[in-house]
């Protein structure tokens, strides 16, 4: 993790939700508090809000911070193997991180308010599905197996859209109670009266973030056989004899270094959308009880 140091001049954003730490950890269960920085209205005085009841510390009980939600990536404009392969393992090992820090995030979300309640558990149901997501996304890239890697891309987005679905009713609550107790998703309607299917979710969510609505269907033709699985196992093999090779294996067949990143680009911004989503619900309980 990267971690700044106010006493340097390094700030969040007031919007941003930061880990907060004495010295720079990579216990963030036990070494550190989850929250955002915040301003005093009458004095300006900063600080940092970490739990219920609008609770404040002060900046500098805590002078180390680092992000919740990692910063946008771009594949790079280069066509060097090696600084491909480089990039991915660091991509790789920012999507990794998300492993303990949705871990904190469900801590943080347990232990704010005056309780816990069906949500907690929906989130919870999210969190975890997210977690073994991305650790069959990394096995997969990691034993040549992107085929089978890129068909957990859809069900990650799954994850986000359905986590967005309990902000889109009336009562989060009582929609996540009638989840846990069988209730389908899809067959659920809004607080406008539209049934919540993937589609109506995806279009929700892409007023957020419009790249979803690329992701999702780009990502349903790994889930359902396309010509995405065809291409994968036969491609031209000399352009001036006109001729295909078809290749019959377990592993990749010559998947390039961007279609990688690009996979594992994508899971970090959905891990992102989830954990913003998260962070939000934990400071309405923070606040709410």
């Not at 036969?234 to 390039?256: C, P, R, Y």
């Amino acid at each position: 993790m990267k971690w700044y140091n106010i006493d340097e001049g390094h700030h969040p954003r007031t919007d941003e939700p930061v880990f907060l730490a004495k010295a720079p950890t990579d216990d963030l269960m036990n070494e550190c508090r989850l929250g955002r920085l915040v301003f005093e209205d009458n004095t300006g005085e900063k600080g940092w809000f970490v739990d219920n009841n609008i609770h404040v510390i002060s900046l500098n009980s805590r002078k180390y911070w680092s992000r919740l939600i990692e910063k946008p990536i771009g594949i790079p404009d280069s066509e060097n193997e090696q600084n491909l392969k480089d990039f991915l393992e660091d991509s790789m090992g920012i999507l990794r991180l998300f492993e303990i820090k949705m871990q904190k995030l469900a801590a943080c979300m347990i232990s704010s308010g005056n309780g816990t309640y069906y949500l907690d558990y929906y989130v919870s149901g999210i969190l975890n599905r997210s977690l073994s997501l991305i650790y069959g996304f990394d096995t997969l890239i990691g034993t040549s197996n992107f085929l089978s890697a890129a068909h957990l891309i859809r069900p990650h987005l799954d994850n986000y859209l359905r986590l967005s679905a309990a902000w889109l009713v009336n009562d989060p609550h009582i929609f996540a109670g009638n989840v846990w107790k069988g209730g389908v998703i899809r067959k659920m309607k809004d607080r406008n009266g539209k049934a919540m299917s993937d589609r109506h979710l995806k279009e929700k969510a892409s007023e957020d973030y419009p790249w979803i609505t690329d992701v999702y269907e780009a990502t349903s033709g790994f889930i359902h056989f396309s010509e995405k699985h065809i291409r994968n196992a036969t491609k031209l093999s000399s352009a001036e004899e006109n001729s295909l090779t078809t290749f019959i294996g377990k592993v990749d067949n010559q998947v390039s270094y961007q279609s990688k990143l690009e996979a594992t680009i994508g899971m970090i911004e959905i891990s992102n959308c989830i954990a913003k989503q998260v962070y939000g619900y934990i400071e309405t309980k923070r606040i709410k009880g």
